[in-house]
């Protein structure tokens, strides 16, 4: 039995968490950049590079069905999408067709589901970036790492509206980052010289380590091509081993807020309200009893250092301390309203008479002391 196969026998709950995280993020995103599509009379399209067979053995829809379905129940969604789901396996892409022409309601979507049946490869490194995309959400789930590259991803998302979610399967990675007989497709992933690098810097490191590392050369390649907010959630084994990550990569403080949001839902613990950004059936079967970083003193800590002197609204404080901090919206409002109450931080509104009590409104100013001690 082929691997792509055996995957679709059954709809594991690490891969109902990913799907989710994907539909949902669609669903946000679309609704963001509709108004704009709809005022330029454009469209807005969703690009699966891998789509597969649209279900698993079990009868459950996998994300190009639940995507589709969402166009179907929104009246304007419906009007302006475009979707292009692609698959190298023909039998895929056949059984999938077959199971979007079986959706209720499909053909009143304006533009009809594209399938196609193609390597991922040069050619669509080339056609992703010399094409200028209208506003996309492109899914890139490879079972291996053959088929992602730094160029596809940069292709996908170098237009305005353009976001991205692939699948890193550290697994296949981490074993491929020390085998000369996959270099080039390391080469294709993290750049010939950074992979290089990376080589020899985990070679010899701790499993924690050697994670922390491929991971960040990861990140910061991407960061490297334009991608400026890359948000990864990682996948554990039922015996808590990191498995694989799904990384979300945006050129917009917004996207990569909302996706925060939809990551922090689906993480199976938490410390002090701050998400693992993790998905592990272990760790969700036991959550965390007590706090163990103690993750809101670091975030006050670091907030009187970065922000002494200055004065900033709180959507600020947010968009200027978050990107690649694990903190959400919800912490950053729950440290700074008990820092008011020390009188570590002075704070006004531009709209008196109209703050709740116990509240902290995006749009108050914060004042931060200078001098002020971490205590």
């Known amino acids: 039995m082929r691997r792509a196969e055996k995957f679709f026998d059954e709809r594991l709950d690490q891969s109902e968490v990913k799907a989710r995280i994907v539909s949902k993020y669609f669903a946000a995103w679309a609704n963001v950049i509709l108004p704009s599509v709809i005022r330029s009379r454009s469209r807005l399209a969703y690009v699966d590079l891998y789509a597969g067979p ?219 309200g701050v998400p693992s950004f993790t998905y592990s059936p272990a760790d969700a079967s036991m959550p965390l009893l007590f706090s163990l970083l103690q993750p809101l003193k670091a975030l006050r800590a670091s907030l009187l250092d970065e922000f002494a002197g200055q004065e900033l609204s709180t959507s600020e404080i947010y968009e200027k301390h978050s990107v690649d901090r694990p903190y959400i919206l919800k912490n950053y409002k729950e440290v700074l309203l008990k820092m008011e109450e020390e009188g570590v931080i002075r704070v006004r509104s531009l709209k008196p008479g109209t703050r709740r009590r116990g509240s902290f409104a995006d749009h108050l100013l914060v004042r931060f002391q200078r001098g002020v001690g971490n205590g």
Not at 131 to 141: A, E, G, K, L, N
Not at 150 to 159: P, R, T, Y
């Open 54 to 272: 649209g279900r698993y053995k079990d009868g459950s829809a996998s994300t190009p069905l639940m995507v589709l379905e969402k166009a179907i129940s929104d009246p304007r969604l419906s009007q302006y999408l475009e979707t292009l789901f692609n698959d190298v396996d023909s039998q895929n892409t056949s059984t999938l067709q077959s199971e979007i022409d079986k959706l209720p309601g499909v053909g009143n979507l304006t533009y009809k589901p594209k399938v196609s049946c193609n390597a991922v490869n040069d050619d669509a490194e080339k056609y992703f970036s010399q094409t200028r995309m209208v506003p996309s959400f492109t899914f890139i789930d490879p079972w291996g790492y053959k088929g992602l590259s730094l160029k596809i991803v940069n292709g996908v998302i170098k237009d305005w509206g353009c976001d991205c979610v692939f699948f890193f399967n550290y697994n296949r990675i981490n074993a491929g980052i020390s085998n000369d007989a996959v270099e080039e497709h390391m080469a294709a992933l993290f750049g010939s010289d950074r992979a290089h690098k990376l080589r020899e810097r985990v070679a010899g490191a701790s499993p924690t380590m050697r994670e922390s590392m491929i991971l960040e050369e990861m990140t910061q390649a991407i960061k490297e091509m334009g991608g400026e907010f890359v948000l990864p959630f990682r996948f554990k084994s039922p015996a808590g081993r990191p498995t694989h990550h799904l990384i979300f990569v945006s050129k917009n403080f917004r996207g990569y807020a909302i996706m925060k949001e939809i990551m922090t839902k689906e993480s199976s613990t938490e410390d002090e």
